[in-house]
């Protein structure tokens, strides 16, 4: 794929709270209408028509600074507006994930003529997509792709975004083995971005596999990623708080469909019909399942509105490495407690609906496989593990990772 270019329109600048999420429901009512389709095509069909309606929404620029043009929203915002659209289709609502990272990454870091040229760019529609994890190595964060003269040279994977990208952030080693971010154009000669993504859910993310062949970078749009995490950062937690929201609107897009089955759809057991029961909503164990996970929802989503209360209070900056704890050990517990939530409700659906739920031509299952597979991204037990090592023994979390 080459050529991509910014939406040929004029792109709002969503400057409050209220326009950012009115704007988020209008990109999530443009995405109920294929989510079916999409998650069935996978990576066989790019979902570019909804990708381009969410670049032109001015979604894209809500963390953007205002010194930079931007309106500079907090996470409160960027958690209800992920929320939002996950509750729809969760695959598309990651697309932008590593694009929010970014974005916080050169508001701290970026030079001045990085700003004004990658800032210019995503106001104006631009996306910025990654190219980070490998394979191969210890970890996916066991580094091989290299910088050396000016030019990379590497393969990454997972690369959530770059398809459809205008930018590709690349994480490599320079000359000198220091962890750099380079900001890759995705139309850039050496640059190809594979659709060999195929997975058990979030399929339409097609977070294929990026090879960079002898890319000449503009040393301009190169900086030095190893001192973001070098001091206290809420750059881990504010990703983090993404992925949360994602889990969050998985657990909420299935009570949906589940609430919706039950009411319109689902017939009461023989047994709940011996027992009274006129309708599958009459089943006192279904009351009981269905208000059990209603109650759960709830509390996912208070969690999330919590983490991000949070991390608007210790801001992008945070004074110290305690507070900067504190921001990521509040995502932490969020995106364990949403991840769990998400997987048992979307299974819940079925037994709540009946046999009948499970036919194809409905996709319930989609709920449970995007939740399932998204779920995974990184471990649970260990954000339980740093929140309990906090409270019993006052063990900072390691500044590094991204809980």
């Known amino acids: 794929m080459s050529g991509v270019s910014l939406p040929a329109v004029s792109i709002p600048v969503l400057s409050t709270h209220a326009e950012a999420v009115a704007a988020a429901h209008a990109v999530a009512e443009a995405l109920a209408q294929d989510v079916v389709a999409r998650d069935r095509a996978g990576s066989e069909v790019v979902p570019a028509e909804v990708l ?74 631009a996306r910025i997509g990654n190219a980070l994890a490998e394979r191969g190595g210890q970890h996916a964060q066991d580094l091989k792709v290299r910088i050396a003269g000016g030019v990379l040279d590497g393969t990454k994977y997972y690369c959530t975004g770059a398809l459809t990208a205008r930018w590709i952030a690349v994480s490599a080693l320079d000359d000198d083995g220091r962890l750099v971010a380079a900001f890759v154009a995705r139309d850039a000669p050496g640059v190809t971005v594979d659709r060999d993504w195929d997975v058990l859910g979030q399929r339409a993310t097609i977070s294929g596999t990026a090879k960079f062949d002898s890319v000449a970078l503009d040393p301009a749009l190169v900086l030095d990623y190893a001192h973001a995490y070098e001091v206290p950062q809420q750059l881990g937690a504010r990703a983090q708080l993404v992925h949360a929201a994602i889990e969050v609107g998985i657990a909420g897009g299935a009570l949906r469909d589940t609430r919706a089955y039950l009411r319109e759809k689902a017939r009461p057991s023989t047994e709940a019909v011996r027992a009274g029961a006129a309708v599958a909503a009459d089943d006192p164990h279904v009351l009981h399942r269905y208000g059990r996970a209603a109650t759960r929802v709830r509390a996912a989503e208070a969690l999330l509105a919590d983490a991000a209360a949070a991390l608007d209070a210790i801001g992008l900056e945070p004074a110290d490495a305690e507070a900067a704890a504190r921001g990521s050990l509040a995502v932490a517990g969020a995106k364990a407690f949403a991840s769990e939530v998400a997987v048992e409700v979307s299974s819940e659906l079925f037994q709540l609906c009946g046999t009948s739920s499970t036919a194809s031509k409905y996709d319930l299952d989609r709920h449970w496989r995007n939740a399932r597979t998204h779920s995974v991204h990184d471990p649970l037990d260990w954000k339980y593990h740093h929140i309990a090592a906090y409270e019993l023994a006052d063990v900072l979390p390691p500044n590094h990772s991204q809980l």
């Not at 010194?67 to 992920?82: C, D, F, I, Q, S």
């Open 52 to 125: 381009a309606t969410l670049d032109a929404s001015g979604l894209l620029a809500i963390t953007v600074p205002r010194a930079n043009g931007g309106p500079e929203l907090g996470m409160a915002t960027l958690a209800e507006v992920t929320r939002i659209l996950a509750a729809v289709d969760p695959a598309i609502a990651q697309v932008p994930q590593a694009h929010y990272l970014f974005v916080d990454v050169l508001a701290v870091w970026g030079s001045e003529q990085q700003c004004a040229r990658l800032f210019g760019d995503v106001l104006a529609g």
